[in-house]
């Protein structure tokens, strides 16, 4: 090949290089997106969880005084803790019996009191709430196209905000089939309100 036919190849093969790495970075890139949704489909993860636990209203069994109050917001206790006393009241002959123990249901923790000794109560009036120890768990919300590779009895990973370096490992105990239409605790059906989005599963 004489000079001038070295020196027309030369542009043919640098436009052919760029074009070639571009394919190749296209290739990867895709190699690499096609990676993560199959892990994303088997693996599936959210980040809009709540956790929540089962809370029990205390009340005293009886009318009367606070005599003592054993513990304040944020407490915790053992089942058959003692929460407070009350002395039992009687209309016509004020303070009468022996004082009335009022102990914890179960071990948990009390939430936001502000029983003070001396204060009156009734019985049956609700005082404070207590959530049970053992009955915390989280709710993940899923994508509609995530819930095939969800199951009961599925190993899953919880990570907190408030401790992210200390992941918890957790069991799938139930996947929900209905939810209601807006914000809130249960509605009159019982189903829970979730905040309306388009990609989850509405029945």
Known sequence: MDRKGREAAR?????WIPWALTALLAAVAFW????????????????????????LLVASPVDGVLEQVAV?????????????????????HGMAGRSVPVRAPSRGWVIESTLQRGGMVKAGEPLFAFAVADSFR????FRETHL??????????????AWPDRPL???????????????????????????????????
């Open 138 to 141: 989280v709710t993940g919300f």
């Open 72 to 92: 304040r917001s944020g407490s915790g206790a053992e089942e058959g803790g003692l929460l407070f006393t009350v002395r039992p009241q009687d209309e016509k």
């Open 11 to 15: 542009p043919v093969r640098k436009v």
């Open 32 to 55: 690499l997106a096609r990676g993560l949704y199959e892990r994303e489909m088997r693996d599936p993860w959210t980040r809009d969880g709540q956790v929540t636990a089962d809370l």
């Open 169 to 203: 490992d957790a069991v799938v105990e139930s996947v929900g089939r209905g939810i209601a239409v807006s914000d809130g605790a249960l509605d009159s059906r019982l189903l829970p309100q979730v905040t309306p989005t388009f990609d989850w599963v509405r029945l």
């Open 148 to 161: 095939r590779a969800i199951r009961e009895g599925a190993r899953a990973r919880v990570t907190l905000m």
